[in-house]
């Protein structure tokens, strides 16, 4: 290990000292990386704000405590915002289940909302594409707002309304497993696609103007959301399937179909889709062991829950050395992210990288990382308008579009 740190070092300080235009270059890519608007369409961050004694206006270290994502690290990577996610596990298809998740996706929203409120100078919400270069001017983060697996919904998709007005304007219908809305990726094929209920909820969300997203979706269900839709679905955290073979990630024929309706593929680095990671039990009951000493933080006080959160990023670490795992590094996540950007252009791809939610990678770890993206991308020849739609403008288009397409009363 040390060795291989020194290595690194000593040929650091040669590029230094050889290539003073390559140093030149990285500082004018930072410079421009900080200037354009950046968003990530999926962040995962809000899972963490019910976290007693976690503060969004501290910095925080993922290998201390799990999170990736914070006002301090947000603003040292030049992140202006993005699609801050309403996430909530798959529960049983029950009229039990239903209820409980609703619940937990309603306090979700709400607690997005206290956070907005309690710190009115460093955050604000965002409803329509124009408002993010307004709130990004005040030199705010921009918060829009998604939902990741409407199975919250229920087994009534008009309540998609009340969370349009609470300010959701992406959605995704289905996690891991399937639900009452569809098929997922990563489950065994049960509906084929959509269920009835589910194409109710892609014309209830396009009547809203909430852009629909495809990640987590089976195929079947990408294929028939691009069918149904009236405006371009997104893919708001998913990897390329030629670059890594995973059924999370999209094969080229349907990265090409996103692009050609006006739309984008927004790239994950989420471990398992961009690298093998063979099955190993023991490993993964040694994982969560590790992960168990938190599972009541949320009634605990401050104190306590950030000593057990301590505690079990400490012994996972241990469990990690005990049974190392192949972990993607930086030129992995790129592969894909310069995969699709040679396959359909600067127009249709750009970043959620799943922060807080299994995201990150060697050299990436946290959103303070992200400016490596743009200077790999100055280095790769793409201009600073390029630069703009791939950081923001696409995704803000297809928000844009969802907005024309709703229903006007
Ligand atoms: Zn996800």
Redesign the pocket.
């Known amino acids: 290990m040390e060795i291989t740190r020194r290595t690194a070092l000593a040929s650091g300080a040669a590029a230094l000292a050889l290539a003073p235009g390559l140093v030149r270059a990285a500082v004018d890519a930072r410079a421009l990386h900080k200037k354009l608007i950046c968003i990530d369409t ?1 962040l ?1 961050m809000p899972a963490n704000l019910a976290r007693p004694g976690w503060n969004v206006m501290e910095k925080h270290r993922f290998d201390e405590d799990f999170t990736q994502v914070d006002y301090p690290r947000m603003v040292e990577g030049g992140l202006d915002g993005g699609f801050f ?1 309403i ?1 909530t596990p798959q529960a049983p298809v029950t009229p039990e289940g239903m209820s409980a998740m609703r619940d937990a996706a309603l306090l979700r929203a709400m607690e997005i909302r206290e956070m907005v409120a309690a710190h009115p100078a460093q955050f604000e919400l965002a409803f329509v594409p124009e408002d993010a270069a307004r709130i990004a001017a005040k030199g705010k983060i921009i918060v829009f707002q998604s939902i ?1 697996n409407s199975g919250i919904l229920g087994d009534d998709v008009t309540l998609l309304r009340s969370f349009y007005k609470l300010g959701v304007r992406m959605a ?1 219908p289905i ?2 497993l399937n639900n009452q809305l569809g098929d997922s990726a990563t489950d065994k094929k049960k509906w084929g696609g959509l269920s009835p209920l589910g194409r109710e909820f892609v014309k209830e969300a396009n009547d809203l103007g909430i852009v629909l997203d495809a ?2 979706s089976s195929d079947d269900v990408f294929d028939q959301m691009m069918d149904q839709s009236r405006a371009p679905i997104i893919c ?2 998913s990897g390329c399937r030629a670059v890594h073979d995973h059924p ?1 990630n999209l094969d080229d024929a349907r990265i090409k179909r996103l692009a050609a309706a006006g739309s984008t593929i927004q790239i ?1 680095s ?1 471990n398992e889709y961009l690298v093998t990671v063979p099955p190993d039990p023991e490993r993964d009951a040694a994982r969560r062991a590790a992960r168990g000493a938190m599972r009541n933080v949320a009634n605990m006080s401050p104190a306590d829950a950030t000593a057990a959160v301590r505690a079990a990023a400490a012994s996972e670490r241990e469990v990690d050395k005990k049974y190392p795992i192949p972990r993607a590094n930086f030129d992995e996540y790129m592969k894909h992210v310069m995969h699709a950007l040679d396959l359909v252009g600067p127009d249709h791809v750009g970043v959620g990288a ?1 922060w807080d ?2 995201g990150g990678v060697v050299g990436m770890e946290d959103v303070s990382s992200i400016p490596k993206i743009t200077e790999r991308l100055v280095k790769a020849g793409y201009t600073e308008a390029q630069l703009a739609n791939f950081w923001s403008g696409n995704a803000l288009r297809v928000l844009g579009k969802a907005h024309d397409a709703r229903k006007q009363a």
Do not use: T
């Open positions: 999926h995962d996610a996430y990741e995704g996690h891991f990640s987590h708001s955290h999370r994950n989420y799943d939610g299994g």
